[in-house]
Every structure is written in C-alpha cells, then in structure tokens.
C-alpha cells in the first residue's frame, strides 16, 4: 500500500510553527478570560497601545488611492523599474555603498533569502548565521538539501564575538569553495542586537582575508527586515558603507522588506540588492535571480512595489512616511526600556537590545518557562536557548511587571 | 579574476522573455503611429473593446472594500482557512471528486508549479507535457534541475493524441520511479484547445495502467487558469469527477489561479489542491508543500485571499461575480470566433480552439512571420511551432482582417 508519493529529498517534511502555536494559545485565552487580562507577546507585527495591528496612514492612504491598473495588473518578473531604482534609495539613504548594484523584487524577506540560498549554494553545502537566529533560515535550507551552521554571536561579555565567527568561516571555507554567511542586522531578530559599524568592519575583514588570493568567495547577505525600526535613519544605514569597493570574491546582498517598514506584512513584497565591486557579477546576480523568480513566482505583488515608488518619490509623502515610523519607533522603543529596566531591577538576564520588535532572554527550560507564564496570562516564544518577547506587539501598561513575572516563572521551573 | 560566484548549477541561467519583448514592441510602435493603428496580441489579460485592462467590478469592490487588518496583515503559512475552504468549491464546483483533499495557498498559478516540480520530483527527473506549452514550465524544470519531455498534443486530424501520450509515459516510467505528468486545461494555452471529459479519462486510464501493480507514481497537475472563461461553469467543471477514487499512487493536483479568474493577476494568488484516494498521501501533501511555502515565500497576499472567501461566501456576491466573467467569456469568444471564421475563409491554419485568452497558428518560421507583421504594426508571439494570438486582449474591431494578414505574412516567409 503506496502511503507517499513525494520526491526523496521531500518526505516526512513538517513544521510546527511555534510562533503561531504560542499565539493561537494567547488568543484562545483572550477569549476565555478577556484581552485585557492577557498579554500577547508572540506576534512579529507592530501593535499599538490599544492592541491593534498598525498600518502606516501615508501608506495606507496611497495604496488605496492607486488607480485599478497598478492594483491588478503584471509587474515585470524581475520588478516594476521604479520600484527596483527605489528600493535602493530606500534601502541605503545616504549611505549607498560604491560600486555595481542592481535589485530584484522578492516575496518578501523570505524571497531574497530562498534567491540566494538556491543561486549562491550548490547543494549539501552548508550556511553559517548566528547562534541566535530566526528559525526559518534552517527551515529554507533544509527544504533546499543545504544545511546551516552557526557561530556564536555574543562572547561572554555580550560583545559581538568576531573570533568566533572567524574560525566558524575558516572552517567552513576549509570544506567548501563558497561560504553564505548570514547576518541580520540592525535591531536582530529574537535580541534586538544590532552589529557597530566596528563589528561589521571586522565581519568583512574575516571575510576578505579567508578568501584572499584564493578563489574561494562568500556571499554575505545582510537581512535589514527591521532597519526602519532600528535608530536614527541616516545613523544605522552607515553600515552599508562598509560594503564599497569589496574585492570581487565577496558579493553582498541586503535582503530589504516592505512588510515592517512600510506595515504591508501580508501583500509579501521585497527586494534583493547585490553589490559587488564586478560588473560581471552583478550582471549575474539580476539574471540568475530574475531567472529563479520565474520559476518560483513569476512576477510580484505590482500595487506594494507602486506605493513604494510612489512614496520615495515624492518628498511630502516620504516625510510623512518617516515621522510615523518614527512614533512607533518611539512607542516600541519606551516598552523595551521599561522591560529592560525592570529586568535589571528583579535581576532577569536579558540578551543586549539595541532596538527592533524583539528582545531574549536567555534560559534553559524556554518551552517550560512559557508554559509556566501561560498561569500568569503571558504568552512568549520559546527559541532554542532562551524565550522571545514581542516588545512590538504588548503595550506600555502590560510591559509593567512582565520582566518580574518572567523571572519568577525561570526560578519556578529551574529550582 | 573572480566574474562568476553563482552556485554551479545557477551558473549562466537567463531568460529573454519572448513575450515581454512583443508586448515592448508593440508598445513602442503605439507611441509612435498611434495605438489605433497598432494590434497588440501578445498580452495575457483581458482588455476590453476600449483597450482597457478590465477589472471585474465586483471583486475591485470587495477588495477595496476590505478592513485594514485585512489588508496588511500576515496569513497562515499555509493560506487563510476560509480560503482554503472556498478555493476548493472555486475550483470544482459542482464537480468535487471524491476522495481525500486539502489546498495550500501558493503565488499564483506559477506557485503551485513550483512546488509540485521541486516536491514531487527527485532531481534529475523528466516531467511531461504537451508539445504546444507554456514556456515557463520549462524554465521551472531547469530552474530547478529537471527536465521537461514533451507528447504530441494533437494527431493529423487535430484529435488528442492518447497514443503518442501513452508511448511516452511508459517510456519515461521505464526510466524512472515517478512521474509528473502536466496538462494545461480547460482553455489551453497557447491553443484555447480543452479536452474533453473522454479525453482526460483516456489520460487517466494510460496512467492507471501503467503504475497498476507497481511501485510506480503518477502526478497529474492539471493547470487550470483559464477555466473561468473556458464555457459553461459547470459544464467545463466536470472533467473533475474524473479525479474521483483513483490508485494510491496517482496523486491529482489542480493549480487554480485568482489571475484570470479574478482579475487579480498582479496579486500574485492561487492555490495548489491535491485529491487522493489515500488519507496519508493527502496528509503529505498538505505537510511538505505547506513547508515549501514556508521555504519559498512565507505566506500569500492576504487581501487577495480574503477577497475570494468574501465572494464565495456570499451569493449575491458570486453572482455578481460571474456575470461579469460570462459577459467577458462572451466577448473574448466574440472575437475568436471571428478570427476562426475569417481563417477558414483565407485558408489559414489554426490550432483547435475551443476557449481560453489564446490562439495558436501553427507554422515553420514563426519570428519571421512575427516581424513580417510588424509591418501591418501587429503584434504577436513566436512559438516553438507557431505564433500565438491573444484574442483575450484586441478587440473585435482589429481581429477583423487580421487572419488574413497572418495569412499573408505567412506565405511571404515561406515563399
């Protein structure tokens, strides 16, 4: 009796997402005991202090205003022109790093990570990201026969560990004629994190000098899913700089989204920006990618990549656009202080947030933790080595106390 | 001096969009003599007699009429639950199979390719279509490192050519464990040919035969993006009874699309619908592609699937909805039944077509014929084996006299 019919490499494959495990739980106890009594720290969206789903007004207004046309119609498969020259502009600002670049419309984040995994990893071969890392970044390669590795990201001062990272890509490249490396970066997902301009000077230095006179190349594909929640605009884009005039054996790739930048989480759109010092290769890159997305997609989402272009050129409504980033940036920045404040206070370890929609604490038992905190009405993510807290979802007055009850719930569970 | 750093297989991969490079000319030509002097054939979406891309009214009135949340919001990996339910009686009708089945949402109609190719096949494996295809079924092969073999669709009395199929799914079986066998219909394009319900049971009974008593397995996609404007809802939905209790191991597929359908082609919306006599394969295919979903995109458009749950929920909605699609299925037939009548007066050949966006000229030079009518400023796109007309996008005033300006540029190449 025939009870699979999937190619090889495709059977047995599951997921149980934890994240929408964790949040069908939280709902499920907002209706039994009243939304006011819990709090939903597992959703990945901007939530204002009244609890609802935020969506940028500038925004909102000009995809609504877009003529039927721009609605429904085809995008070119490898973007609309004005969105792709836009996107740069709204990925680099001021910081626009020297040499080659050319940009690819995605589904999302998610895209530019499947484009590049599939065109810059042959298979078997093996990723490297941090050892805090979102979980689908091992879910993409392993549906695609790569594997993934990590470093670990902080040393025990809670500095940015490049010796770590320098023997991980030493190792690798002693396997392998071509290294992915993963960083995401700035206001990392689950810490909050986000790599200096020092730190990511080092990542590039490790980079250059393993691949130097060698042919050996890395991609490093710096995912800034959370740059428009990160800091001061001009301020965290400096980084990009650092990505000028790289020796050719070193191509770098920013996967941008629009889904927290400009709250259009569910219409999945992207971009993917190669920069390299070759024109041969960023000449490869659009045509490699635009090849895949044919084949995976087609075309993408024409009204999300309009409101973009629409936006970034039009000065008023790019200035609108900025200041209600920054007012939720605000609000979400205040939660995460008084979290981290009251952590100090009670003593709860917590991983260095700089900014983004998450902060971690670090802990042995995370799924029995978040058991435990589900008595309390507190809903987290549990991740491998520590717990998830959605500061962009739960509001001021029920980050109150949170970190107390977080730290209880660890004693009870580890005692 | 590095110029590649694509991944082995990725290396040299680029695609010239025939179709986007007609459609670039023809554009090019309105501007400059007009654009009532100029036939645009080669578009995939319907224009109205103004040359205006048409939107169904109803559903921009849904989807503009949608709530923020709505809107913006992330999806389940897998697809929104009510639009699960209500893709299916979309797709089917009145015409459910019986049998296990279960929906995966996907990015359009190429979506559900995607996933059937790279789960349903090992790497290395041929897949099987008609010799008159869709070009991107072969660029999703390759992509993805598989091959794609093709049957004569049609034998010299322009009938389905069950023989010619049922020679090469035994040669392919001979060779290999598994097969994937594609069949674009109702509304083929690029013929408009749909087979009919003798047909698909000719299909079915060759691959019945071939895997019966073997480990053997067939994948029937059945591609379906034109069926809202193939004939008689019902009627053209009764193909799908065929799918109803068949082996184990032949898994049917069915790529619906909101495209055409809806008008949504810029949305990026379908759904991928397996139909098994066996609980665990259909278990298997909800698990697998929803973890490639994951893998690949993250999830799908919200608003559009909402949009589609709101419409076949409500009567008065679908009504409305397919009043409009029959009185744009009346016009496009309009116009292909003009042409076929002026082709059978000029003598020109044509492709057996019975609905669909397309129709097809089968010839020896099909560039040559395609410049050679620039010259009267129309605008079509070379084939393999011909030149495909999209009657979907000219109106009625421009297809008449075009068959027999084909017809002459025809003979003016081959002469």
Redesign the interface.
């Known amino acids: 009796?025939?009870?699979?019919?999937?190619?090889?490499?495709?059977?047995g494959?599951?997921?149980q997402?934890k994240i929408?495990g964790a949040n069908a739980a939280a709902v499920a106890a907002a209706a039994k005991y009243g939304a006011d009594k819990v709090t939903n720290a597992t959703i990945?969206?901007i939530l204002d202090e009244d609890e609802k789903?935020v969506?940028l007004p500038t925004i909102?207004k000009v995809?609504?205003g877009l003529a039927?046309?721009e609605?429904?119609?085809?995008?070119?498969?490898s973007g609309l022109p004005d969105y792709l020259e836009k996107v740069i502009t709204a990925a680099f600002g001021t910081s626009r790093p020297e040499g080659y670049i050319a940009a690819v419309a995605t589904?999302?984040g998610?895209?530019v990570i499947?484009h590049t995994i599939?065109?810059?990893?042959?298979?078997g071969?093996t990723a490297l990201t941090s050892d805090w890392y979102w979980g689908?970044y091992k879910?993409?390669c392993?549906?695609?026969g790569r594997k993934l590795d990590t470093y670990k990201m902080l040393d025990e001062n809670n500095k940015y560990n490049l010796p770590d990272l320098k023997a991980k890509v030493n190792e690798i490249l002693g396997k392998q004629k071509?290294l992915l490396l993963m960083i995401n970066t700035p206001a990392h997902n689950p810490t909050g994190y986000s790599l200096s301009e020092e730190d990511l000077q080092g990542v590039i230095d490790i980079i250059k000098e393993a691949t130097a006179g060698t042919?050996k190349?890395v991609?490093l594909l710096l995912d800034v899913a959370y740059i428009d929640y990160a800091g001061e605009k001009e301020e965290v884009r400096k980084i990009f700089k650092k990505l000028s005039n790289l020796p050719?054996?070193i191509?770098s790739i920013v996967a941008y989204s629009m889904?927290k930048g400009f709250?259009?989480?569910?219409?999945?759109t992207g971009a993917m920006i190669g920069v390299?010092s070759?024109k041969?290769?960023i000449e490869?890159f659009a045509?490699?990618n635009?090849?895949?997305s044919?084949?995976?997609?087609?075309?993408?989402?024409?009204?999300a990549m309009k409101t973009l272009a629409n936006i970034y050129s039009d000065p008023e409504l790019l200035a609108a656009t900025e200041k209600e980033r920054d007012d939720y940036y605000q609000m979400i920045k205040a939660r995460a202080d008084l979290f981290t404040k009251e952590a100090e206070e009670c003593g709860l370890p917590m991983l260095p947030y700089v900014a983004g929609f998450f902060l971690s604490i670090p802990a042995k038992n995370p799924d029995a933790i978040c058991d435990k905190l589900h008595e309390d009405n507190i809903f987290a993510v549990p991740l491998a080595a520590g717990v998830r807290i959605a500061v962009c979802a739960v509001p001021l007055k029920k980050i109150a106390g949170m970190a107390a009850k977080v730290q209880a719930a660890m004693q009870a569970v580890e005692k």
């Open positions: 009796m025939i009870t699979s019919i999937a190619a090889n490499h495709a059977k494959k599951s997921a997402d929408f990945g969206a789903l969506c909102e995809y609504r039927t046309n609605l429904i119609a085809y995008a070119p498969i589904a999302g998610t895209g499947h599939w065109n810059y990893m042959d298979a071969e689908p879910v993409l392993q549906d695609m071509s042919d190349t991609t050719a054996n191509l889904s709250t259009l989480y569910g219409q999945r390299s070759s041969e290769i490869e045509a490699i635009q090849y895949t044919r084949a995976t997609w087609s075309n993408i989402n024409r009204p």
